[in-house]
């Protein structure tokens, strides 16, 4: 299908900007995804970056930038969330534990709506919160199905393997005990896009006493039908 526009320097910017929907990126890997001359790609990021639609993390690579969010968040067009606080609702009455969604900024992951467990011992983690890409099933969750070079990247220092990311994409969904805090376990399984890209994961968390050490076997079939629901969300409004 043809993408575009007639305007040839939007249609650049948007596959820049679509290239780093999956991710951090070097110029070089900018290059490879939008397939644009270097000195294009170059130009049109740090053009993008000076009106905030795109940054750099740590590593001085590409990121979506903050702006896009605040442009999301005053038009009212992230059906994501408006989503996300029933399902997540839904989520914590029929499991008994706290359950959140999460998206990946950069190195980290961002917790952009949580439905919190209201007593009792619990995994609480405040909307807004940035926690590691290297530890926990949410971070499982938004790395298994990177691009191979992201993905050994990702790896590098993590607290799970390539093998346990194996079977996060064979069976769906992911699991973890005491991986991103000692006593805690969570599960999580991804949220799709229209293109089927991952775009965030929906977790449930809590002390490994309830959720035991293997709290997959106890909350994966709930977890997997509540990320079902969000992706269904986004399939029928095109998000």
Request: glycine content about 10%.
């Amino acid at each position: 299908m043809d993408n575009s526009s007639g305007v040839g320097v939007l249609d650049k910017a948007a596959s820049v900007l679509s290239a780093l929907e999956a991710g951090p990126a070097t110029l070089a890997q900018l290059v490879a995804a939008t397939h644009l001359a270097r000195p294009t790609a170059h130009r049109l990021a740090v053009a993008l970056e000076h009106h905030r639609l795109v940054a750099r993390d740590m590593q001085g690579r590409f990121v979506l930038g903050p702006r896009l969010a605040e442009l999301s968040t005053a038009a009212g067009e992230d059906r994501l969330l408006a989503a996300a606080g029933p399902v997540l609702t839904a989520l914590r009455d029929h499991t008994g534990e706290s359950a959140q969604l999460y998206r990946r900024q950069g190195d980290q992951r961002i917790c952009v709506a949580a439905a919190e467990r209201p007593i009792g011992l619990r995994d609480s983690i405040p909307v807004g919160a940035a926690l590691s890409m290297q530890a926990g099933s949410g971070a499982q969750i938004l790395l298994a199905w990177e691009e191979p070079d992201r993905l050994h990247r990702g790896l590098q220092g993590a607290a799970f393997t390539a093998t346990v990311l194996s079977g996060v994409r064979r069976r769906g969904w992911a699991q973890s005990v005491s991986e991103r805090e000692a006593g805690v376990a969570s599960v999580s399984a991804p949220v799709r896009g229209p293109s089927g890209r991952i775009v965030a994961a929906v977790s449930v968390s809590g002390p490994v006493e309830r959720l035991s050490r293997q709290p997959g076997r106890l909350h994966a079939a709930a977890v997997v039908s509540a990320a079902n629901r969000l992706t269904e969300v986004l399939r029928r409004t095109g998000e």
